[in-house]
């Protein structure tokens, strides 16, 4: 069994006991070692969640990360990716940076309708979302645009597009620009059934991280976990004599 679904599964335990929040922390090493098989890593993601929204078939879950660059839009997009091919999820990958675009950009996505813009016109939602090949992953890219529009997020039509997108899919991942630079993820953490904080391992203080984690639970968002991402492992130098 993975290690880091038992550590995990710890966590999920610790908390059932204590009647704390406790944050799932997931030892993730992914982009650094080739040796870890990302899709085992991500299934075992897949399989916490489930123990975190066991009543729930059709679920919204959030990727976060404090500041660009902790590798938040990978984690995402390799989440939603397994979750469609090797779980059978009909799944939508929603880019909702709009600074960036992300994902929209590494599936060469281009269209003249992004989420939001369905948000506001939703006789237009199935402009907004696009098929990746023959497979049962979707994409809804973002808006293009940095103007900020926090009417988007207070507005009704905003969980009457989640009710809907939900009927149709089984996964909604949202990957979020840094709240470093946006405060959307936070205006979104609410309405979503989860949030996952990305963190990246040895450059982003834990002190951050818990800051983040309790301002995502102030506005109402359920924290599921946080992943360590680019976690580092040492070989100390005696080692090395023997290698």
Same mark, same amino acid.
Do not use: C
């Given at each position: ?18 009647g704390?929040?406790?944050? %799932? ?6 982009? =650094?070692?080739?040796?870890? @098989?990302?899709? #085992?890593?991500?299934? +075992?993601? &897949? ?34 990716r397994?979750? %469609? ?6 799944? =939508?990958?929603?880019?909702? @940076?709009?600074? #960036?675009?992300?994902? +929209?950009? &590494? ?10 813009q369905?948000i ?31 009417? =988007? ?6 969980? #009457?597009?989640?009710? +809907? ?5 089984d ?41 983040v ?13 946080i992943?360590f ?15």
């Amino acid at each position: 069994m993975s290690k880091i679904y038992e550590a995990l599964q710890q966590a999920h335990r610790e908390k059932k006991t204590s009647g704390k929040s406790v944050e %799932a922390i997931i030892p993730q090493n992914l982009l =650094l070692n080739e040796k870890v @098989d990302m899709g #085992e890593e991500m299934l +075992s993601l &897949f399989k916490v969640i489930d123990t975190r929204l066991p009543d729930m078939k059709n679920r919204v879950v959030q990727f976060i990360g404090s500041r660009p660059g902790e590798g938040t839009s990978t984690i995402a997009r390799e989440f939603a990716r397994i979750a %469609a091919e090797r779980i059978g999820q009909r799944v =939508l990958l929603v880019d909702a @940076d709009r600074y #960036e675009g992300t994902q +929209s950009k &590494f599936y060469s996505v281009q269209s003249q309708r992004s989420w939001a813009q369905a948000i506001e016109e939703p006789a237009d939602l199935g402009l907004a979302i696009h098929r990746v090949r023959e497979s049962s992953l979707f994409i809804s890219p973002a808006s293009n645009t940095g103007a900020p529009t926090p009417e =988007l997020f207070n507005s009704p039509r905003f969980e #009457e597009f989640w009710a +809907s997108i939900k009927l149709n899919f089984d996964l909604v991942v949202i990957d979020s620009p840094a709240l470093a630079i946006s405060p959307d993820a936070f205006a979104i953490a609410s309405k979503v059934d989860g949030v996952i904080l990305v963190v990246e391992a040895e450059k982003s203080k834990w002190r951050t991280a818990r800051y983040v984690r309790e301002q995502i639970e102030r506005v109402g968002g359920n924290m599921l976990g946080i992943v360590f991402n680019k976690r580092r492992y040492y070989i100390p130098q005696s080692i090395y004599k023997h290698l």
